[in-house]
């Protein structure tokens, strides 16, 4: 084999390691994509949950700031 195709294999086994290496990459930021809308999609369902009870709340017996009478001290 002579230097230029021994230069040739080097590049192509180089080549070849960095194609691994992408592709690895790729399928680990895959997983955390899917990961990551699973939890979206949970939390999404959390928050149409809570919203959902909490207009089903009834109103408090509390009176608002503005219909409170001041403290005797004022």
Do not use: C, W
């Amino acid at each position: 084999m002579t230097e230029f195709e021994q230069q040739l294999q080097k590049q192509i086994e180089d080549l070849e390691i960095k194609q691994a290496f992408q592709e690895h990459t790729i399928e680990e930021l895959n997983d955390a994509l899917t990961g990551q809308q699973k939890n979206i999609d949970r939390m999404n369902t959390q928050i149409a949950f809570l919203v959902t009870k909490l207009k089903a709340m009834e109103p408090a017996n509390i009176a608002s700031m503005n219909e409170e009478t001041p403290p005797p001290h004022y």
